[in-house]
């Protein structure tokens, strides 16, 4: 069946660094990509998504590219910052939108 | 527009309690979904339904029964709950192709 396999965490960095997160899936066809991020004591808001190889998603400073030859969709921003502190989760979806997998979450933590 | 909404936000229930979590969209959409999030666990799926009138076990089904009656609500029962059954439950709208998933703010729930 489908999965994502997500780096383990917690992250933490100092305000201003580079942040990656690897996220790794397996599925069958073409499936669509995500990343989500929930903040403390919230739901999930999509933060960004790709629906086809070599796609990139970005949204608010964060992008991740659709790599099908290495089955990854790892999310990176270039200067963190402290209001950036949240879980963050990657997730697919198949081609017929019926099998939604999410992985794990990775808690990143950004000090002053 | 609300998007995805949730009630209650907080409840405590007593072991062999039961109750219902409400969801409504005002998205449109057709799919619709019930998570729960624990600690270490990230979301499982406990039930989905595709239209109006259909439903769909998750990963995590027993101990819950849902019912959608309407294109806009969806709700879950706990027909008698347990302790096993704390957490924090998200509702879910799903749109078709990418078929992304919005969240609403979360239910969380606390049985004793």
């Known amino acids: 069946g489908n999965s994502v396999t997500q780096m383990e965490g917690p992250v933490t960095l100092s305000e201003e660094a580079f942040l990656t997160i690897n996220c790794t899936y397996t599925?069958?066809?073409?499936?669509?990509l995500f990343w989500y991020v929930q903040y403390p004591g919230e739901g999930l808001q999509l933060l960004l998504k790709a629906t086809k190889a070599d796609d990139k998603g970005s949204n608010k400073g964060f992008e991740a590219t659709y790599r099908k030859e290495t089955t990854s969709f790892h999310l990176e921003k270039g200067s963190v910052q402290v209001s950036d502190s949240a879980v963050y989760f990657c997730a697919l979806s198949d081609h017929y939108g019926q099998n939604f997998v999410f992985g794990p979450g990775t808690r990143l933590s950004v000090l002053p | 527009n609300a998007g995805v909404t949730q009630t209650p936000k907080f409840q405590v229930l007593k072991t062999g309690q039961s109750m219902t979590l409400q969801c409504a969209q005002d998205m449109n959409h057709n799919s619709m979904y019930w998570y729960r999030q624990d600690p270490g666990m990230g979301l499982r799926l406990i039930y989905y339904s595709a239209s109006e009138g259909t439903t769909d076990k998750g990963e995590v089904p027993n101990g819950y029964n849902v019912s959608r009656l309407n294109k806009r609500e969806f709700s879950l029962r706990l027909e008698s709950a347990a302790p096993s059954q704390t957490s924090v439950y998200f509702c879910?709208?799903?749109?078709?192709?990418?078929?992304?998933?919005?969240f609403g703010p979360g239910t969380r729930l606390t049985v004793t």
């Open positions: 879910a709208v799903g749109l078709s192709g990418p078929y992304e998933q919005y």
């Open positions: 599925a069958t066809g073409y499936p669509s």
